[in-house]
């Protein structure tokens, strides 16, 4: 079983389009995280969602919209697509009332590609 | 803020040689810290981690030990392995239960040669 779980695994799409990311975790974890992984493989966390409320939203443009349906889902929805929003997209989840014992799953990434 | 600097490659190595991959981090408090593998591509997989000073993880061969006075992280194998081709990440997560997220470095591609 996928434990974490991103759709679509690659996503073509052009300029001024908007689209969605989708993530499921079935770990029964609280918090839930979205990353961009940039062309040059540098890491860097979006968002953190702990029991559907939003935790942190780092410097990310409002063109992207996190939405949690419920625990074990967390969307990634971004308008007005751009050339540098080219990327692999990470989704993550984690168990955060286990303590620094935990750590964070990853998706398997959805790479994005805006033409 | 939290800062994670370890050595940019790539870092080309001969198999059966002895890998060291440098990192150190900033941040306040007590934090946990980690090593992630990414095999091209695919995703992250953990390959270790410390989450006080003095542990030692270790996996497949790979160590780090959490130096709190050096603050650093250092990855080290003894012999490695055209398998062991794959960009390095060090990482940290804060002392407070992790919803903030990791800090990441920039990664070290490591290329081993037959």
């Known amino acids: 079983d996928t434990a974490v779980s991103q759709t679509p695994k690659y996503l073509v799409t052009q300029m001024g389009n908007d689209k969605s990311i989708k993530c499921e975790q079935n770990l029964g974890h609280d918090t839930m995280y979205w990353y961009k992984q940039d062309s040059k493989k540098f890491l860097k966390i979006m968002f953190s969602y702990n029991n559907k409320e939003l935790i942190i939203n780092e410097t990310v443009p409002n063109r992207f919209s996190p939405k949690s349906p419920d625990k074990a889902h967390l969307n990634l929805h971004i308008n007005s697509l751009e050339l540098g929003d080219s990327a692999v997209y990470f989704c993550a989840s984690r168990d955060t009332s286990g303590g620094p014992q935990e750590t964070q799953y990853f998706g398997p990434g959805t790479r994005l590609l805006v033409l | ?114």
């Open chain 2, 1 to 114: 803020g939290n800062s994670v600097t370890q050595m940019e490659g790539p870092v080309t190595l001969s198999e059966e040689a002895f890998l060291t991959i440098n990192c150190t981090y900033t941040a306040t408090g007590y934090p946990s810290l980690f090593w992630y593998v990414q095999y091209p591509g695919e995703g992250l997989q953990l390959l270790l981690k410390a989450t006080k000073a003095d542990d030692k993880g270790s996996n497949k061969g790979f160590e780090a030990t959490y130096r709190k006075e050096t603050t650093s992280f250092h990855l080290e194998k003894g012999s490695v392995q055209v398998s062991d081709s794959a960009v390095y990440f060090c990482a940290l997560e804060n002392s407070g239960g992790g919803a903030d997220g990791l800090t990441f470095g920039k990664g070290t591609h490591l290329i081993i040669q037959p």
